[in-house]
């Protein structure tokens, strides 16, 4: 079975650009998360989709921030403009509907805002 | 809502020496706990995960952890670790009910030397 897929696995962008990062969820996950680790600490979520619908994008800075899972199946996450505090590490994670709610992780996408 | 606190940012030990990695968590609903280990530029990889039943888990590469209800605790340890579990570990929460994001803490760097 592949696991999450992601890419770029790496970007370096200048402040103010924009930049997006894709993930492709485990074959039959319907549930699909974006985190946000910053150096030296632990993940955070910024949202989470449940199919192609919206569960929580509490903390997702919807001034630059935005997502979208069209079809239910893969998922884009986009920054426009970036700013320096923006730099980090963006986990994509699935979850199946059945049992209980263990996440598998992507290799994830190192963001560097120069 | 959940917090997890992982008390030790840095655990230096040497190789083939015991070794316990300490979370503390807070929550007003029931939880299922979780233990990730994280390779550099890699994603997050189960180790263990507590679910109910027995409060003491097995996980991968000998790992184990014991759930404490009344501590609300869930202390990593391995009898012997070796060089490649050098690694950034963290706890993390999820609760009982709905398909929710995980709650993770800061981390702990496990760094073991010859």
């Known amino acids: 079975e592949a696991g999450v897929a992601q890419s770029p696995r790496y970007k370096i962008i200048e402040k103010r650009q924009s930049v997006a990062f894709w993930c492709n969820p485990i074959?039959?996950?319907?549930?699909l998360y974006w985190y946000q680790q910053i150096l030296g600490q632990g993940p955070k979520l910024l949202i989470q989709?449940?199919?192609?619908?919206?569960?929580?994008d509490s903390q997702l800075p919807k001034d630059r921030f935005s997502a979208e899972r069209l079809k239910g199946v893969d998922s884009t996450l986009k920054i426009q403009p970036a700013k320096l505090e923006d730099s980090a590490v963006y986990l994509c994670?699935?979850?199946?509907?059945?049992?209980?709610?263990?996440?598998?992780f992507g290799p994830g996408t190192r963001l560097t805002v120069l | 809502a959940q917090s997890v606190t992982q008390l030790d940012s840095q655990v230096p030990v040497f190789e083939e020496a015991p070794v316990e990695l300490r979370c503390n968590y807070s929550?007003?609903?029931?939880?299922?706990l979780f233990w990730y280990v994280q390779y550099p530029n890699q994603g997050l990889q189960l180790l263990l995960k507590?679910?109910?039943?027995?409060?003491l888990v097995k996980g991968i590469n000998g790992f184990e952890a014991e759930f404490n209800k009344s501590q609300t605790s869930f202390h990593l340890r391995k009898p012997s670790v070796h060089i490649s579990d050098t690694a950034e570990y963290f706890c993390a929460v999820t609760p009982y009910t709905g398909r929710r994001a995980l709650t993770f803490g800061s981390g702990t760097r496990l760094q073991v030397q010859p």
């Open positions: 929550s007003s609903v029931s939880v299922y």
């Open positions: 989709f449940q199919n192609n619908g919206v569960v929580d």
């Open positions: 507590y679910l109910s039943g027995s409060t």
């Open positions: 074959s039959g996950h319907a549930t």
């Open positions: 994670a699935s979850s199946s509907d059945r049992g209980n709610n263990e996440q598998f």
